[in-house]
């Protein structure tokens, strides 16, 4: 087997962000998710249910189908990990994820309104997200292995997620210049959507599964030719009841690593703040500021430009005053912003009254998601490089695993709250707002963990 240079190794691992980024951005934020609560709100008025209450319904379904996939990641990714720990071998099971990305997103293309299927296109889109999870995790655990020096990590982790934001602006604008119809019929540039997707199907806009897949199965070629796993001394083939001995040792032994055991619990809320403010940021401007899927794409393209700058920025920061100041920083800035949000409709912003028809709220939420894309991807590359710092490194995998589970263990919490409150209150505007009291609770918890560890020497 030729040697992959350190060089080549670095970079097949950043395509991994530049390939899988299309799910958050196209599927999860920007384009399905608001066109799946769209779709449904429309089918919801059309039997005869009010137009604020469908909104919040659909926005509650598509909770509650996130919530679903959340618990089956948080249920096996950590049994993964010691499994992937134990054999050595990683490869395999990205192999298996990347299918199921395929799989899943590729399949949203059945998902026309006129017999659409709420069950059936939360479960493809479920297995895509499940799929893209748990190859991120065990993507993620490569990371420790791309250098020597651990201060060099947080550039790396940075750049990578720099990179990966610029897959998903390019995608995101491939996806509105060139198939995704306006009001008008055409493109935002002026085109007839390619291939002549009938916009009467909305086929425009479903067309967006199997570009995901299409754009992920391209993409991951530099990562699966430039990566190769190091088998450890002792690992064996396949054993699920050591890896599950191993797993419940290091989950019995997390009170003896107080700053792990603060950090997973710290992280588990604010990144599942975060994740709220990504999921429902899209449906939340489509439904209550009255946009078009067209403007949240652009929406997501001014996001994800800030958040790959901003990644690319904080990696510079993380490398010199380590991960820790820029987690904080970020948590801080997040959790304004989603109280800001809260606080934007069309007639008001921070409960002043502005003139009816004033482009201002618009251009705040323009500004809101411009900071949400800074900050949330500055957040998360840091944050992989903390767990670098926290976790035992030689149960990284499995540490990732547990990273994933504190990621997903509460996963259900924010799409549930949100669900829940949008129900309870009737109003999408208001259904958000369980976000802001989760960034507090991570930033709280943030005070116990060691800016170098417990496994540090």
């Known amino acids: 087997m030729s040697v992959v240079s350190k060089r080549k190794r670095i970079w097949g691992w950043y395509f991994f962000d530049w390939a899988s980024q299309p799910y958050n951005t196209l599927l999860l934020t920007f384009i399905f998710g608001p066109y799946f609560t769209g779709t449904v709100t429309a089918n919801l008025i059309a039997e005869g249910m009010a137009d604020g209450a469908a909104r919040a319904q659909a926005q509650a379904y598509w909770g509650w189908g996130l919530a679903a996939a959340g618990i089956c990641i948080a249920i096996l990714a950590p049994i993964l990990g010691a499994i992937a720990d134990n054999s050595g071998r990683k490869l395999p099971w990205i192999w298996l994820f990347s299918i199921m990305y395929f799989v899943g997103s590729g399949a949203l293309w059945w998902t026309e309104p006129q017999n659409f299927s709420i069950i059936w296109a939360l479960f493809f889109f479920g297995i895509g997200l499940i799929g893209m999870e748990f190859a991120t995790i065990f993507t993620n655990s490569y ?8 201060a060099e990590l947080g550039r790396i982790s940075g750049s990578g997620w720099g990179f990966g934001y610029v897959g998903g602006v390019l995608a995101l604008a491939i996806m509105i210049a060139l ?9 935002l540039i002026g085109f007839e959507p390619l291939f002549g997707l009938d916009t009467a199907t909305r086929a425009d806009t479903r067309i967006v ?18 990566t190769r796993d190091t088998l450890q001394a002792g690992a064996t083939r396949l054993s699920i009841s050591k890896s599950m001995r191993d797993l419940l040792t290091t989950l019995k032994g997390l009170p003896n690593n107080p700053s792990l055991m603060a950090y997973l619990g710290s992280s588990m809320f604010y990144r599942d703040a975060l994740n709220g403010m990504y ?30 700058v901003a990644c690319w920025i904080s990696g510079r920061m993380d490398r010199r005053f380590g991960p820790m100041p820029v987690i904080v920083f970020c948590v801080v800035t997040l959790a304004c912003v989603a109280l800001l949000i809260v606080m934007i409709t069309p007639t008001s912003i921070l409960g002043i009254s502005i003139a009816e028809g004033s482009a201002l709220p618009d251009v ?18 840091s944050s992989r490089n903390m767990l670098t710092r926290q976790a035992n490194p030689e149960r990284i995998t499995e540490g990732f695993g547990l990273y994933a589970l504190s990621g997903k263990a509460t996963s259900f919490l924010a799409p549930a709250l949100i669900a829940l409150t949008s129900q309870v209150t009737g109003s ?30």
Do not use: H
């Open 143 to 150: 990371l420790p292995d791309l250098d020597d020096d651990p």
């Open 179 to 187: 198939f995704q119809a306006t009001p008008s019929g055409r493109t």
């Open 209 to 226: 599964g199997p570009l995901a897949a299409i754009w992920f199965a391209v993409f991951m070629i530099p990562f699966f030719l430039y």
């Open 279 to 308: 999921t429902f940021g899209g449906i939340y401007a489509l439904g209550v500021l009255g946009w078009s899927i067209t403007q949240v794409g652009i929406f997501g393209i001014i996001a994800a430009i800030a958040g790959a």
């Open 364 to 381: 705040t939420f323009f500004i809101a998601g411009a900071l949400i894309g800074a900050a949330g991807g500055a957040l998360q590359a």
């Open 428 to 457: 999408q505007r208001l259904g958000v707002s369980p976000v802001v009291g989760l960034f507090i609770i991570g930033l709280v918890l943030l005070i116990w963990v060691k800016p170098k560890g417990d496994f540090s020497k």
